[in-house]
């Protein structure tokens, strides 16, 4: 289950990303499976980071009540919830990922709130997938006299070949 996870988010992605040209492709993964309950988990990619990649983190853990406090890397790099925690059956998965990496040896570290059981965490490295923010929509502001705004203006609406949302 958790393989069909990745394989759909690393298909999908984010809703602000952009395809390069060549399109996403994987570049590395490393899982970690402690048997033990864990507070922290730190798991080491195989290979040096390139600049600009994506990193995806999968975290799994076998408890309901364990929550994942915080997800870095020894780069420096910002991580963002994708999605989750998602609850299942006396389990949970949350996805996180960093895009526009930093280039260099790297290890990802995941801590959770309290010690979690049978957690399973694993690290992909992506290349090709470029991150794009999204325009912000704000409401048209309202005079004091206004009992109803403007319409607004049609919003400016960017391309991009390949683009991704979700």
Known sequence: MMRA???????LFLANTTLLASGPTFVQ??????????????????????????NVVVVGWNDTTST?????????????????????????????????????SNTVTVRFNQAARYVDIRVLEYSGVEHVPLPSVTAPALHPLQEEAEPA??????SHSMQLLL
């Open 29 to 54: 993964v490393k899982v970690a499976t402690p048997q033990t309950a864990s507070g922290t988990v730190a798991v080491a990619y195989p290979l040096a980071q390139t600049a600009g990649n994506l």
């Open 153 to 158: 203006p049609p919003s400016r609406v960017e």
């Open 68 to 104: 994942v406090s915080m997800v870095s890397d020894s780069l420096g790099n910002n991580y963002a919830l994708a999605i989750g925690p998602t609850t299942g059956a006396g389990l949970r998965q949350s996805i996180y990922y960093a895009a526009g990496i930093k280039a260099g």
């Open 5 to 11: 996870i990745v394989l759909v988010f690393a298909t």
